[in-house]
């Protein structure tokens, strides 16, 4: 059982008394709120929306309720990170023909001006 996902559970009456937990409904819906965790979401946000907007009055079956919102209310898996490519490792320098920036390892013309004196 994963012990971070236990202590949140366990924590939300904390947050509203009428979510007191047992030991047997925390042992449940552990493996729930890891599945969450492991989606990037935090302990934080995942009480947040465990115990946001909860109804009027008294919560018959706290469990239930946890439960049901760990499972319809779970975010969705965070897309994979787009590989980044190598950093430009080049200065900015400027053109001596026309002063615009451009990338390069050393001082010269940018590449319009370059493509302008070849063709003349």
């Keep these: 059982m994963d012990p971070v996902a236990a202590a949140v559970l366990a924590g939300l009456r904390g947050r509203d008394e009428r979510l007191m937990l047992s030991g047997r409904d925390v042992r449940r819906l552990a493996p729930g709120l890891s599945a969450w965790l492991e989606r990037g979401v935090t302990p934080e946000q995942a009480r947040a ?56 390892s050393e001082p010269g013309r940018c590449r319009d001006c370059r493509k302008d004196a070849a063709a003349a």
């Excluded at 929306?49 to 018959?60: A, E, F, R, S, T």
């Design 49 to 104: 929306v465990l115990c946001g907007l909860l109804p009027v009055g008294d919560i018959p079956k706290p469990a239930g309720l946890i439960a049901w919102r760990l499972r319809e209310l779970m975010p969705p898996a965070l897309p994979a990170a787009a590989p980044q490519g190598p950093a430009r490792s080049e200065p900015m320098q400027v053109c001596e023909g026309c002063d615009r920036g451009f990338r390069a």
